[in-house]
Structures are given as structure tokens and as C-alpha cells.
């Protein structure tokens, strides 16, 4: 089926100034000006829309961005008192059932805290309860689900208050995603690519692991990606010594979630010198002998790598580890294999200049900055300005040469593909601030880069026809809109995957 577009505004290398574009099947086959050589079967008039690659959300967590879609928000949270207010209607509007919150942050509470155990158990009259922190690295928990987690007591990151971090949060988030029905989880995964379709994004990186998801959850995912219309799903499976899991999962990588640290939210990324408001410099979980054998490991079975690296302490680890692998297997091989991390918050001028080198891909989060960088923010809380200011150096990691690919880390921040790129173009700090088009090209054809597909994310002859129509305003000259702070972001018209449409006003 040959489908005509016409009277759009199309971003194409092919010409600048192109206003049609024709697509057979599932290919671009024509990109020009006016009427198309040939007959087509259908001739669309966009009214003058922006027609652009779609967008790749390198980060995501389809399952909990579900449920966060369709459970208990905790992000528009104002306080403690309405926080407990808000578990205590969830849990009677689910009739006693588990309680799954996301998105809470003490720091911008007037009580500076989170909820404690005896709290949750009498918002929700002795339910499950398990509420996620905004970072996802902590969370509060009622003593019914720590009864059914009996463990948790006695590993690390336990608190009696039912705050808990590292090993005893990841051994309490098992038994709460058990506590998840099939139906259930595939509901929260269709919800999850609904949404990315409905922003313009036609494929996302979902980062599944032992960790923070499960086998069955990335298994599930894909095979839902490939019955049903939607965003085209890359997976990653997070393991040490994973490339077999990885492999029989149908995952591109043994990479993404992997950790080498935790956030700096929860004091749990790793640092080099300590936190300005902690008495100790976080957490490794991995040394550089470890990464260094999983990079030989992914190499040598030509697969990615990959790993999650906040900290500069968990950074000088993994790019360490990098640099080891490269002295066994050779530079060519590590390049060739493309590993990626993860973050990349606190990275300097010599990292930097490691991973170029490796040609290792960033995946970063600019909604990260926009929410806790700056001079009043949480980084700064947390390390103190002089080193809240070096984070996220996107400028630095372009300059360099190190590929970026943007992503939303969803449910950790929501999907939001124009929202991110302007972030990235308005950086808290000027001197890391990136063009609108080099933001926006690390949010379409990056994503496909990190996804080791190297032309992906350019509306040209031969291409997928994976595009997105946008309602971009006042902006109706060529080009992308300038995204200025006080203008609307573009609006979603019409997603299509691959000759599809997805989403449709
Ligand atoms: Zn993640």
C-alpha cells in the first residue's frame, strides 16, 4: 500500500525544504516536494504538521511505568499527611488489595521525611503496602508485605522504620511484584506503550534484570511487542554473567540495570569523597575485575554490555574495568561491540575521554537535571554545589565524541520525548546546554545507535517508516521549534511504527 503524504513540513536529510513524503508498506519510498511520481493508494493532507523520525526513550521500565500509569501516583505529593491520605483512598478503592505506589520525595515535604511502617500499616488497615521513591532506590513498606519478605530483617539497607535500600528494598520489591497477577502485568505493559505511542514514541529500550524485574516480565513484554501495534520494544537483560539469559530472551544486551551503584537520592550512588549531607560515599556494588570479566564475557559472545554508573566513584569502576577489557581483547573488538552505560551523572574530562575512545554509548536522563540539578536542588543538597554543577555533561560527552542517547528512566521520570530534549537544550547549568538538534537527533537516531542499528531515525529513502505528526503551535517555518520555556511543547497528531499507525488523534 503506497500512502501519500502531502502539505507537511517533513524533517529529511533527503531536502530541507521537502513537503511530501510517500511510504510503500512498511519503507519511506519517496521524500519531495508536491505530488508523488507513481500512483499511491492514499494521499493524507497534514494541514501544514511538523512529520519527524519518532522518538527512541532509551531508558524505560514498561511494567512499573504501567503501573504507575494506572496505580497509586505519589509524585504530586505535597506532603507526608497527603501521602498517607492518598495510600489510605487506594487501598479502600482496592477493596484491602496490595498497595504499589510510585514517585514520593521527603525533600520537597515540609516534613522532610518519608512515611514509616506503623504509618502505612494504619493508612491501609495492616495491607501490603510498597511505595516507591521517586529514584526507585528506596522505598517504605507496611509490616504485612515485610511478614511475607521475612528476610529483608536481616540484610543490608534494613531500617525498623520500613525504609529500605540496597539488598533488603530489592529482596521486599521481589515478593511485592510476585504479589502481581499475569493480567495484571500485561495491562501495565500495554498502558506503558500506549502512552509512549500517544507521545510520539516509536520504540523504547525496556532495561529488564533480576533486580528490578524478572525474566518472565522482559519475556512477556516482547512477545506482547511483537503481536501487538505499538512502539517497537529493544530489550536488555541486567545481569552479571548473563549473556546466555540475555541471549534466550530474545535481549540485545547483557546491559542497562546492571548496577554499579545506586542513586543519589538515596545515598546510594557511589562517590569518591562522601556525601555533604551523609557521614559515607555510598554504595559499589561491583569491582572493576567484575566489569572487566562481563565486558570480555559480552564482547567476546558479541553482545553489549552495559551497566548502570551514577557516581563518580562507580564510574572510575566501570570505565577502569572498560579500560582493562580493551587492554585484553582490544579496542577494535570493545568498539565493535558498543557497549553502553547507563546515567553517566558524575563523570569527568578523562572518563569521558575513555568511553569515546571504547565508543561506548551514554543513555542518559536530562529530566534529572531539570528536576534536582541546579543551585536550589537535591545534587546539591546531597554533594554540595561546587560538585552538583558537574553533572550530567552532555555538552562534554558530544564534544568528545561519546554518542548520546536520551531517555525518561520511566517510571522514574514520565515519558516525555519534547520534554527531555528540552531539557537537554535548557541544562541548569549554560555551559552543558546542547543545540535542539543535536538534543533531539541523540533522542531519535542515538536511540537506535545504542540499539546497535546504526542509520536508524532519519526520514530517508529505504528508511522504516517509523515517523511522528506534531502540532507544533506558533512554530510553521521548517525546521524543529526552538522549544523556548514559556511556549507549548509540540502535541502528538499520529505515531506510525514501521508503515503502522500506533496512535492517532
Ligand atoms: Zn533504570
Redesign the pocket.
Same mark, same amino acid.
Given at each position: 500500500m503506497r500512502t501519500l503524504l502531502v502539505n507537511a513540513r517533513v524533517l529529511s536529510p533527503e531536502d530541507p525544504g521537502a513537503t511530501s513524503l510517500v511510504t510503500d508498506g512498511a519503507v519511506i519510498s519517496w521524500v519531495g516536494r508536491g505530488g508523488a511520481p507513481g500512483t499511491v493508494e492514499a494521499t493524507v493532507d497534514l494541514a501544514g504538521a511538523l512529520v519527524t523520525p519518532a522518538f527512541v526513550d532509551a +531508558?524505560v +521500565?514498561a511494567t512499573s511505568t504501567g503501573l504507575a500509569l494506572q496505580g497509586l501516583d505519589l509524585s504530586g505529593c505535597t506532603s507526608l499527611a497527603q501521602c498517607l491520605r492518598a495510600v489510605e483512598a487506594h487501598g479502600r478503592a482496592r477493596r484491602g488489595g496490595v498497595v504499589l505506589g510510585h514517585g514520593w520525595d521527603e525533600t520537597t515535604w515540609p516534613e522532610h521525611r518519608p512515611p514509616t511502617r506503623l504509618e502505612l500499616d494504619r493508612a491501609s488497615y495492616g495491607g501490603v503496602v510498597y511505595l516507591t521513591r521517586v529514584d526507585?532506590h528506596s522505598a517504605v513498606v507496611s509490616s504485612a508485605l515485610l511478614a511475607a519478605a521475612p528476610e529483608a530483617r536481616a540484610a543490608e539497607g534494613y531500617t525498623d522504620s520500613g525504609h529500605l535500600s540496597s539488598e533488603a528494598h530489592h529482596l521486599v520489591r521481589r515478593v511485592a511484584r510476585e504479589s502481581l497477577r499475569p493480567a495484571d502485568r500485561r495491562a501495565a505493559q500495554r498502558a506503558a506503550r500506549d502512552r509512549a505511542a500517544a507521545l510520539g514514541v516509536g520504540a523504547f529500550h525496556e532495561?529488564g534484570g533480576p533486580d @528490578?524485574s524478572s525474566e518472565e516480565d522482559l519475556r512477556e513484554l516482547l512477545a506482547l511487542a511483537a503481536q501487538e501495534p505499538g512502539p517497537d520494544v529493544v530489550g536488555y537483560w541486567g545481569q552479571l554473567d548473563g549473556v546466555r539469559t540475555a541471549r534466550d530472551l530474545g535481549a540485545l544486551g547483557a546491559a542497562? $540495570?546492571l548496577f554499579a551503584d545506586g542513586s543519589i537520592g538515596s545515598h546510594t550512588a557511589c562517590l569518591r569523597a562522601p556525601y555533604a549531607d551523609a557521614d559515607h560515599a555510598g554504595h559499589a556494588y561491583l569491582s572493576a575485575a567484575q566489569v572487566r570479566d562481563h565486558v570480555l564475557a559480552c564482547t567476546a559472545a558479541g553482545v553489549q554490555a552495559g551497566f548502570?554508573a551514577i557516581g563518580d566513584g562507580a564510574l572510575a569502576t566501570v570505565v577502569a574495568g572498560l579500560r582493562e577489557a580493551a587492554e585484553r581483547a582490544g579496542v577494535t573488538a570493545v568498539r565493535a561491540a558498543r557497549h553502553r552505560l547507563?546515567h553517566v551523572e558524575m563523570v569527568d574530562e578523562a572518563m569521558i575521554a575513555t568511553l569515546a575512545e571504547l565508543g561506548v554509548v551514554a543513555s542518559v536522563q536530562p529530566a534529572f537535571d531539570r528536576l534536582w540539578g541546579g543551585a536550589g536542588g537535591m545534587y546539591a543538597e546531597r554533594l554540595g554545589l561546587p560538585r552538583a554543577l558537574t553533572l550530567n555533561p552532555f555538552a562534554s560527552l558530544a564534544a568528545a565524541g561519546v554518542v548520546i542517547a536520551l531517555g525518561s $528512566?520511566a517510571p @522514574?521520570t514520565p515519558i516525555d520525548p519534547w520534554g527531555t530534549v528540552r531539557a537537554a537544550a535548557r541544562h541548569r547549568t549554560a555551559t552543558q546546554r546542547v543545540a535542539v538538534d543535536v538534543a533531539f537527533s541523540a533522542h531519535t537516531r542515538g536511540g537506535w545507535w545504542a540499539a546497535r542499528v546504526d542509520d536508524g531515525g532519519l526520514l530517508r529513502v529505504g528508511a522504516p517508516a517509523t515517523y511522528a505528526v506534531w502540532d507544533t503551535g506558533t512554530h510553521t517555518g521548517p525546521g524543529l521549534p526552538a522549544l523556548r520555556p514559556d511556549e507549548p511543547l509540540p502535541s502528538c497528531l499520529r505515531t506510525v511504527v514501521r508503515g503502522r499507525t500506533v496512535y492517532e488523534v
Open positions: +531508558h +521500565h526507585v532495561l @528490578v542497562g $540495570d548502570h547507563e $528512566d @522514574v
